[in-house]
T-cell receptor, first 115, second 110 residues
């Protein structure tokens, strides 16, 4: 029972490099989310998706892009990484969203360092 | 940021004691959820309480919700060293906003 799987778990980038984080869920959830977690800042929503082929901006979308070509996958891309994007990234999914958001299922996180 | 408030920020207790943490919010909610995060791991859902519920139990966890005071509390009874973690509240508002608190860091000393 995999749940939500994130890859890679760790990555070190140089400023200006690009990379993609992959999130996969096997629960047939419509809603998927990308968060970043920084000390003292809590969880901040980057982008989210309400279904296959849809994406929407969250609180802190600048510098990130996302795609949801398949229902089970939600990709987070950094086109030109900056040191300010050093963080731990979490993917989550849920079967319901908006004002009736139910239980969120989280991945184990991807720790990204930008030098 | 629309993050709400949790208190205390940090809590240190002895094994066997009860731990209480609180969450306050500003806008109306449909439900409020509590999550646990062990160091270096993802968040795990603990309990969901709906706006028309006042109290909910799950094992050693008890959650209360007071919509008139816009606050919730999580009580962990008979704490164990394994309860050491950060605890977060999450609100799904009826304005469709999803809001996370900054968390309470709980240390349970053996």
């Amino acid at each position: 029972n995999a749940g939500v799987t994130q890859t890679p778990k760790f990555r070190v980038l140089k400023t200006g490099q690009s990379m993609t984080l992959l999130c996969a869920q096997d629960m047939n959830h419509e809603y998927m989310y990308w968060y970043r977690q920084d000390p003292g800042m809590g969880l901040r929503l980057i982008h989210y998706s309400v279904g296959e082929g849809t994406t929407a901006k969250g609180e802190v979308p600048d510098g990130y892009n996302v795609s949801r070509l398949k229902k089970q996958n939600f990709l987070l891309g950094l086109e030109s990484a900056a040191p300010s994007q050093t963080s731990v990234y979490f993917c989550a999914s849920s079967s319901s969203g908006g004002g009736n958001t139910g239980e969120l299922f989280f991945g184990e996180g991807s720790r990204l360092t930008v030098l | 940021s629309q993050q709400g408030e949790e208190d205390p920020q940090a809590l240190s207790i002895q094994e066997g004691e009860n731990a209480t943490m609180n969450c306050s919010y500003k806008t109306s909610i449909n439900n409020l959820q509590w999550y646990r995060q062990n160091s270096g791991r993802g968040l795990v859902h603990l309990i969901l309480i709906r706006s028309n519920e006042r109290e909910k139990h799950s094992g050693r966890l008890r959650v209360t919700l007071d919509t008139s005071k816009k606050s919730s509390s999580l009580l962990i009874t008979a704490s164990r060293a394994a309860d050491t973690a950060s605890y977060f509240c999450f609100r799904a508002g009826n304005n469709r906003k999803l809001i996370w608190g900054l968390g309470t860091s709980l240390a349970v000393n053996p």
